[in-house]
């Protein structure tokens, strides 16, 4: 297609003025922050409040000034409007949509491109072959059933709509555009509504929308006090602009000979930008990389205050934690936390967008996809030769300055523990570790088998030796039971340099990890042994946690720094509360033994299943026994 064509057809991304999001970039598309004038710092988008515009009234118009300032400022043979996070599909092909008709996507990645087709030659052919192009209009009824109408959605929705608002709208439109008040009554009345201002459509129609959109918006906003409404509420207007869009194309429809086509919307999730890591501080950087869940966080702050509580003032700290989702008042206590710290630095970075669309195998129903995460860390930390990558259910009892200045890796991959409890497994006739370990697992030697749990990574290194999809469709293929610590394991043996065992002590907190340690070859014993008496970390692997069982073997370590942690009452709370497992470990005895013995979709799961259906009477008892008698 030819360029000059292209440059018929216009399309403003409209983007918030307090956030920096991910775009689809085309020759198409022109990014517009919606409220410019409340702009903090510049960027490279249009704005709205130059030349003729409303840009200081995007609290009450929403993205109605971008709509304004385009109207007043720009011209080309075709307009349109999407949002950061909601784009027109282009496809031909028609997919499974939420209850809102939306179609549901995580993220923007070159595969959604694809997928729905939104690239500049496609878009001006479809453009260019209608008059408008705009969303499917949703249905209320597959919303919340109970809705009839966008009249009773408007009743329902106190918390957008004052009725008495609503008509105020409808006498504006009596009386200024008549012609439409039939419309309007019947677009009320019906269940088909048009939200999010998402279309395209020939300029003199736009003109035309534009001229009775304001008319009416300007009026409305005259005959209306918002003095005393909420901070959401006084977005009355851009609300009811939706509405009048919707009323406008009904009667254009109606009374003009054109082309109308209709189109999925795609809804984006995740959307927030996240700059690329560059280290923290100018100089003395330690990178230490974590996983955590929205439920972790409060172990999280703990393992924070263990850290800086043990660190040096000279250094400084560059913690990354790598995270699906957070609650916004987790991240803030955390936030609040380490800014108590002049040397430390607390960034979160979700990787779910390195990932493509695909999801991480996950070993057993009590592990986390986060836990995987910290196989992406040397293409997230990029300007970074090296890290500490560890996990948060262990407390550092000195400086993890040392172990980063002072391992020389050379060119090792990883400087790790050997897993001495995986050794005891290894030796245990109970179980088939070693024939695993062998056959699956293809390991040379799997008494160097190493827990992952404290990592020292030499992010240059894996980056010469590996490309992350090389990593990646490794992962997809296999599915191995401890997935990501049998992954790094199986990529970087004879590559792992061996750390003294007192940077990661594996505490006996049950009696699997007792048996195991029994069977363990004997040098590995006395050295697990000696470790404890300078232990560097202490590491509660297994179940239970030092927050769920504080009379476990040194859980009083981890209680003397909880006390400081913003969540302390709620480690309290949780202490006293039935205890769930939540964890980013790796699976319990249980797991391990009914991955072995009963293996998804193996006819001895399926009678198990028969047998101990899930939370009935004997799977309940089943389960007291085993906690009570294996405390795990």
């Given amino acids: 297609m030819k360029d000059n064509e292209k440059k018929r057809v216009s399309i403003y991304v409209i983007n918030r003025a307090d956030q920096e999001s991910d775009l689809i970039e085309n020759e198409v598309f022109h990014p517009i922050t919606c409220g410019s004038v409340f702009l903090k710092k510049d960027r490279n988008f249009l704005r709205d409040d130059i030349g003729e515009n409303i840009s200081k009234k995007r609290d ?42 939306l179609v549901i996507e995580e993220f923007v990645s070159p595969e959604l491109i694809s997928k729905y087709l939104i690239n500049d030659n496609k878009i001006v052919s479809v453009v260019t072959g209608n008059d408008v192009v705009t969303a499917r209009p949703i249905d209320l009824r597959k919303t919340i059933p109970t809705y009839k109408s966008l009249m009773d959605y408007c009743e329902t929705r106190k ?78 207007i851009g609300f009811c602009g939706e509405q009048l869009y919707g009323i406008w194309l009904s009667y254009v429809k109606a009374t003009s000979q054109i082309k109308i086509e209709e189109r999925q919307l795609v809804f984006i999730k995740e959307t927030k930008k996240h700059p690329e890591l560059f ?65 430390l630095s607390l960034r979160f970075f979700n990787p779910k967008k390195m990932l493509s669309g695909m999801q991480f195998y996950v070993s057993g129903s009590v592990n986390a996809e986060e836990a995987n995460y910290r196989l992406l860390t040397p ?49 245990d006739p109970a179980i088939d570790a070693l024939e695993y370990a062998k ?20 992010l240059d290194e ?90 476990l073997l040194y859980a009083d370590n981890w209680w003397y720094y909880a006390k400081e942690s913003p969540f302390y009452e709620v480690l309290i709370k949780r202490l006293n509360a039935p205890q769930e497992i939540h964890t980013l470990s790796k ?8 991955d072995v013995y009963l293996p998804s979709g193996s006819w001895r799961r399926k009678i198990a299943k028969k047998i101990l259906p899930r939370n009935s009477k004997r799977w309940n008892l089943l389960k007291a026994i085993y906690y009570k008698y294996l405390n795990v």
């Fill in 60 to 101: 009450s118009f929403c993205e109605f000034t971008a709509i304004y300032w385009v109207w007043k400022n720009r011209r080309t043979d075709y307009v349109g409007f999407c949002h950061y996070r909601r784009y027109l599909s282009f496809a031909d092909k028609e997919y499974p949509v939420d209850g809102s008709g």
């Fill in 159 to 236: 918390e957008d709509f004052f009725l008495s608002d609503l008509r105020i709208l409808r006498e504006i439109i009596r009386e200024r555009h008549p012609e439409l008040v039939p419309f309007a009554d019947d677009y009320y009345e019906q269940p088909l509504t048009h939200f999010y201002n998402c279309f395209i459509m020939k300029w003199d129609l736009f003109d035309k929308f534009c001229k009775f959109l304001f008319d009416v918006l300007f009026e409305f906003e005259k005959r209306i006090d918002t003095k005393l409404y909420s901070e959401h509420r006084r977005r009355i």
């Fill in 279 to 343: 280290p923290a501080f100018p100089q003395n950087n330690i990178p230490i990389v974590v996983t955590c869940s929205d439920y972790y966080a409060p172990y999280l702050s703990v393992f924070i205050t263990a850290l800086m509580k043990n660190s040096r003032p000279s250094r400084n700290y560059d913690l990354i934690v790598l995270v699906k989702g957070i609650s916004e008042e987790a991240e803030r206590r955390l936030r609040n936390q380490a800014a108590n710290y002049s040397n």
């Fill in 379 to 427: 293409w997230i930390l990029k300007n970074y030769s090296k890290a500490i990558v560890t996990d948060i259910d262990l407390i550092f009892r000195t400086d993890p300055a040392n172990l980063y200045e002072g391992t020389e890796l050379e060119n090792k991959c990883l400087a790790c523990c050997k897993d001495v409890i995986y050794q005891g497994a290894l030796n």
């Fill in 439 to 458: 056959k699956t697992l293809k390991l040379k030697n799997p008494y160097d088998y190493v827990n992952t749990g404290v990592m020292l990574m030499n």
């Fill in 462 to 551: 894996i980056r010469k030796v590996f490309k992350l999809e090389e990593l990646l469709d490794f992962s997809q293929k296999n599915h191995f039971r401890i997935q990501e610590q049998d992954i790094l394991n199986v990529l970087f043996e004879g590559r792992i340099l061996f750390l003294d065992i007192s940077w990661n002590c594996y505490l006996i907190v049950n009696n699997w990890v007792e048996r195991e340690l029994f069977f363990a070859p004997a040098p590995a014993q006395k050295d697990y042994s000696d470790a404890f008496k300078n232990a560097k970390v202490l590491h509660w692997a297994s179940q239970p946690k030092p927050w769920a069982s504080p009379e």
């Fill in 587 to 594: 699976p319990s005895f249980a797991r391990r033994f009914a």
